[in-house]
Nanobody, 125 residues
Framework: QLKLVESGGGLVQPGGSLRLSCAAS????????IGWFRQAPGKEREGVSC????????KYADSVEGRFTVSRDRAKNAVSLQMNSLGPEDTGVYYC??????????????????WGQGTQVTVSS
């Protein structure tokens, strides 16, 4: 089966860090643009970060700029999201999504066709 699996979520105190991973199973993530999204309880799913197939272009939501870093880990067929200086506003379920398109880096959900199940991130003291 073809799957995307997020991992690395958990409970962290404010100011702490987490590193999320989006790993592909059954297909080559190298040929896919990747987006990271999150959804807090009662809120709409929002784009957090994205990275192009080549990794030459990345984007970040204003709310995470300077704190989050997305990168490709091609040896592991995965994409990582390093999250630093976390605050309660970062709490939510984090999803990764993939689309086999060159040059795309989108924080909107429209383009993505394959989604993971999500991993919970809770920032609380």
């Amino acid at each position: 089966q073809l799957k995307l699996v997020e991992s690395g979520g958990g409970l962290v105190q404010p100011g702490g860090s987490l590193r999320l991973s989006c790993a592909a199973s059954g297909f080559d993530l190298d040929y896919h643009a990747i987006g990271w999204f999150r959804q807090a309880p009662g809120k709409e799913r929002e784009g957090v970060s994205c990275i192009t197939v080549t990794g030459e272009l990345t984007k970040y939501a204003d709310s995470v700029e300077g704190r989050f870093t997305v990168s490709r880990d091609r040896a592991k067929n995965a994409v990582s999201l390093q999250m630093n200086s976390l605050g309660p506003e970062d709490t939510g379920v984090y999803y990764c999504a993939a689309v086999r398109l060159i040059g795309i880096c989108a924080l909107s959900r429209t383009h993505y066709v394959r989604w993971g199940q999500g991993t919970q991130v809770t920032v609380s003291s």
